[in-house]
């Protein structure tokens, strides 16, 4: 339904066993694609392990047209905590549309790469329509 509204919504305690997507708009083994004049707010992932990710990102929340009839509206308040990925370090994309389309309030916490080996914050991308992302350990 155009203009619903996604919010409250919680991933606990997941482990994937594999992930594989080669369409680049679609890569996100924890993926938010807002379109539809959406509205997503208040989703969180807490204590999820990825086994195996082959290709892809770790991380993808971006706004999106392709099999849609508009962008969404708004992405806010969104936590990622304790997630170890054993793979290699996968990218991390956080991207809004434009002024009126940013991505805000996005918690990053005690993400780990290849056993702790992994930096997140070099693997980060970002663009100039995003508000108050936050890296903690």
């Not at 997507?21 to 992932?45: H, K, L, N, P, T």
């Not at 991380?59 to 290699?88: F, M």
């Not at 702790?116 to 070099?122: A, H, K, M, Q, V």
Request: charged share 25%.
């Amino acid at each position: 339904k155009h203009g619903t509204v996604f919010e409250n919504i919680s991933f606990r305690n997941v482990t994937v066993l594999e992930s594989s997507e080669y369409c680049e708009m679609y890569q996100g083994v924890m993926a938010i694609m807002c379109a539809d004049g959406a509205v997503i707010r208040d989703v969180s992932w807490d204590g999820i392990t990825v086994e195996r990710a082959s290709s892809g990102k770790l991380l993808h929340i971006r706004y999106v047209t392709e099999y849609a009839k508009e962008l969404g509206q708004r992405i806010e308040d969104i936590a990622v905590s304790h997630v170890v990925s054993y793979e290699k370090a996968l990218p991390v994309a956080i991207l809004g549309a434009d002024e009126v389309r940013k991505v805000k309030n996005v918690r990053l916490c005690s993400v780990t790469y290849a056993g702790g080996r992994g930096n997140l914050s070099e693997h980060l991308n970002t663009n100039e329509f995003t508000e108050n992302i936050t890296i903690a350990p």
